[in-house]
């Protein structure tokens, strides 16, 4: 599963942020020489946060236009704690045939965790072993390689809405959650509501398999809006925020390079599933089991996207 690193040639920039997350493309235009600056500034920052080894740092797969994937983790947690990976997103982009796909892995999966020495909840890993152990969990369990991360807590995710001056959905069904009401239709959302619409699922009909959905449409929505919004004003805001709230280990010139070479598989990409079922255990915690003959058709479809 393993990739070769080579030694990075350049300072990084978080570009998602998913809260999971938030993911915004620089479009067209030049950058004036303070925005680059305040980039530079930026990069720093999030990079001297993110705790992963060299190998996982020195990755070049995006400048050489391989096909890439990305594991987007949105954490909870409180002061002091490393929290809990509640929103785990993989995403896979091909740039020579211009396909991807997005796949939520629901956070109570029973999987081994790795390096640790025990099956537990996939969103464990993080809270037992950082990122690595992240990272390194997912690729056990999807057998593929995973290239690049990038984790926001909650409140970058609510920022980085009202910064864009908030997105646009379609909501499917009415519901309502933490005091905010979803009508069906083309809805416009705040932070706030944003963060709530992407939480909610005791009252979908799908469960936490709706939830994954309208927290893939939140992050749809953001990268629409981030590249329709583009101004100096906008990127340096959100760098604020990114600097404050995020970690990546994605470089500059990778950023450049996704925002033209990979736009088009990022918006062909379709959506996976993992079939399974949960139940509480003799231990009376609640898990959920992937079917393997569906885990067994996903993997299949993701190694084939990252051949």
């Given amino acids: 599963m393993a990739r070769h690193r080579k030694k990075r040639n350049g300072r990084r920039v978080l570009f998602i942020t998913l809260g999971i997350l938030a993911l915004f493309f620089i479009a067209g235009g030049a950058m004036t020489w303070s925005m680059y600056r305040d980039m530079n500034d930026t990069v720093s920052k999030v990079n001297q946060n993110l705790e992963v080894r060299e190998e996982r740092r020195n990755v070049e797969t995006i400048v050489e236009e391989k096909s890439v994937s990305i594991l987007l ?184 390079a996704l925002s033209t070479d990979y736009m088009k598989a990022f918006q062909n990409a379709s959506t996976l599933r993992i079939e399974g079922a949960g139940g509480k255990e003799s231990n009376g915690i609640y898990y959920w089991n992937p079917d393997p003959t569906s885990l067994a058709e996903v993997q299949q479809e993701l190694k084939r996207l990252m051949e």
């Fill in 73 to 256: 983790l949105g954490i909870d947690r409180e002061e002091g704690q490393r929290g809990r990976s509640d929103s785990i997103i993989v995403m896979t982009l091909n740039p020579a045939t211009d396909e991807g796909a997005m796949l939520s892995i629901p956070r109570d999966t029973k999987t081994e965790i790795v390096g640790y020495g025990t099956r537990d909840k996939i969103n464990h890993a993080y809270a037992f072993g950082g990122t690595d152990m992240a990272m390194d969990t997912v690729e056990a369990l999807l057998d593929i390689p995973i290239d690049y991360v990038v984790e926001a807590d909650m409140e970058a995710f609510t920022e980085v809405v009202d910064t864009l001056g908030g997105v646009t959905v379609t909501n499917t069904f009415a519901f309502e959650q933490d005091n905010h009401t979803f009508p069906v239709g083309e809805i416009e959302l705040n932070g706030a509501e944003a963060l709530a619409y992407s939480r909610m699922r005791y009252e979908d009909p799908n469960g936490d398999f709706g939830r994954q959905e309208r927290q893939r449409a939140i992050v749809a929505a953001i990268v629409e809006k981030g590249r329709s919004s583009f101004s100096v004003d906008t990127v340096t805001r959100l760098l604020e925020v990114v600097g404050d709230h995020a970690k990546t280990n994605l470089e500059f010139n990778e950023l450049v």
